[in-house]
């Protein structure tokens, strides 16, 4: 799946009418095809992430739905629990990095200014059209960011850096 295609992707799960799907389930499903991991994937060990787990605005979902996808990628490309494991937070700390760069942080009640667990903060968060326009481009950088580790070259550079190689 290229650029374009998973991005397409991400905006017809997110930006449904019946808003099925929220910020992690989104960037987890469209990861998770793209690096073959499941065809569909199951999106519900997402679901209570949205909104920075469970609407609390703890960490992104758009970083907690692609923690999931890159833990599962790790897990199935390389045996060694243990080496999985560093990789994937390896990978997950230069994406957050790289994400707390573009956005000025990484907890979604800073990213979007409003406390979403509360009427008011919900209303003002569906109102300005956040979710639209705020969340839909964080997904999108998720996915931008993290597509190519679908590609074996890529991965293995990745698990290079992991073990401290160049």
């Keep these: 799946m290229d650029e374009g295609e998973a991005i397409a992707k991400a905006s017809a ?6 808003n099925l799907y929220g910020c992690a389930e989104t960037t987890y499903m469209v990861l998770a095809e ?36 890159v833990g599962q990628l790790a ?11 560093r990789t ?7 994406y957050m990095e790289a994400f707390q760069r573009e956005w000025g942080a990484v907890d979604c009640r800073t990213l979007v200014g409003c406390d979403i667990r509360t009427e008011e903060g919900h209303r003002a968060f569906i109102e ?19 597509l190519p580790l679908a590609d074996e070259d890529v991965w293995a550079e990745a698990v290079c850096r992991a073990r401290g190689g160049a």
Aim: glycine share 12%; proline share 5%; with cysteine.
């Design 13 to 18: 799960y997110f930006l449904r009418e019946d």
């Design 34 to 69: 793209a690096f073959g991991l499941a065809d569909p994937p199951d999106p519900s060990l997402a679901m209570a992430l949205n909104g920075g787990v469970a609407w609390w605005g703890g960490t992104c979902g758009a970083v907690t739905g692609a923690a999931l996808a």
């Design 75 to 85: 897990g199935r490309r390389l045996p060694d629990h243990k080496e999985a494991k």
């Design 88 to 94: 994937a937070r390896q990978v997950l700390s230069q």
């Design 128 to 146: 300005k059209g956040l979710w639209r326009d705020l969340c839909m481009r964080q997904i999108a950088f998720a996915v931008r960011t993290l």
